[in-house]
């Protein structure tokens, strides 16, 4: 009788572990995403989260938490349990805020585990469709003659977008007052209005449907060399010598995340980005998807720090 209890005690304890475990296994897994709905960071993500689901047998959502360049989404992230059930859509504001924000809640480097990186995408230089400038040199004549008029949305402060044109701004010594916004979704949507704002630098992802239509003036694209992509439109660095910004959008969990639980993730991201209709779409949009293990990620991430602290510096770019 007394081993017989014992044996059933430890069967129902067991049973429990289990149970507990599937409960974990089956729990939806939720990828936070520091920006609105509609901006690239969110698509990537949701294109992502689709196939993850299917690869793991498990529902993916997609949680947007935009504000203060991504800090937000990224402060949930860090406070999470490593679990491998909350992971971050990041960009390279990640990297970006470690200089450019004073304080942060959250240590860019030491509170996540970086799984991959998923894509890397050059900027498209915008302007409202009136705009009194049809090119990179008029748009810099205008900006001289006439300091402070001119306006840049900024779709998520502390982003490559924002670095973009803090970097357009002290090479060509002009003097265009930032608008800040939650994303490039609501960014875009007023610079559309064509009243609001006159400028952006904008992910190709995001304007490519705009191109040719007439709704948008479109200027040049941050990449050394101009895209296919974007048949006929230079790239900035022809009359700006020496211009390039480029954006890339990685998953990250919390801090300590087991490594099993690691590669579990990282094999079912690499489904995503390896599908031939994922990489067609990125092609299509002037992305490329890169090839980086976790260990590999996190050897970037903390050069990208670095990288990014120096042209901070030396813009002087700041947040409100």
């Known amino acids: ?6 044996w059933t005690i430890g069967a ?10 599937a409960a974990q296994n089956n729990r939806p897994l939720t990828i936070v995403v520091g920006a609105t709905p509609g901006g690239s960071t969110d698509t990537l993500a949701r294109v992502i989260a689709q196939s993850m689901g299917t690869t793991l ?8 938490k935009p504000g203060a360049g991504g800090n937000i989404a990224a402060q949930q992230v860090a406070k999470s349990d490593p679990s491998g059930n909350t992971l971050l859509m990041s960009f390279t504001s990640h990297t970006i805020n470690a200089t450019l924000f004073k304080k942060l809640p959250f240590d860019p480097v030491a509170d996540f585990t970086p ?3 998923v894509a890397q995408v050059p900027s498209v230089l915008v302007a409202r469709k009136n705009a009194p400038f049809n090119d990179i040199a008029g748009l810099i004549d205008y900006a001289k003659k006439n300091p402070g008029k001119l306006t840049f949305a900024i779709g998520g402060q502390g982003s490559s977008l924002h670095l973009a044109a803090e970097q357009f701004k002290l090479a060509t010594q002009t003097d265009i007052v930032n608008i800040p ?3 490039t979704g609501p960014a875009l949507t007023d610079l559309l209005s064509a009243s ?12 490519l449907p705009h191109y040719k239509t007439g709704s948008l003036k479109f200027l040049g694209v941050s990449s050394p ?4 992509q974007f048949d006929g439109l230079p790239a900035i660095a022809q009359t700006v010598p020496g211009y390039h910004s480029q954006a890339w959008f990685g ?14 993730l990282y094999g079912a991201i690499k489904v995503a980005i390896a599908s031939p209709d994922f990489r067609k779409r990125m092609e299509s949009e002037a992305a490329t998807v890169p090839t980086m293990t976790p260990a590999q990620f996190a050897d970037f991430i903390k050069k990208d720090v670095d990288f990014w602290g120096d042209i901070v510096k030396k813009s002087g770019a700041t947040v409100e």
């Open 57 to 64: 047998g498990r529902t993916v959502i997609v949680e947007n």
């Open 225 to 228: 060399k101009p895209l296919p």
């Open 12 to 21: 129902l304890a067991a049973l429990a572990l289990a149970q507990g475990v």
């Open 1 to 6: 009788m007394q081993l017989n209890r014992r």
């Open 115 to 117: 799984i991959t990186m």
């Open 196 to 207: 609001t704002v006159d400028l952006m630098f904008a992910s190709t992802i995001n304007v």
């Open 251 to 264: 998953l990250f969990g919390p801090a300590q995340m087991p490594r099993d639980v690691v590669d579990k």
């Open 181 to 183: 916004y939650k994303g």
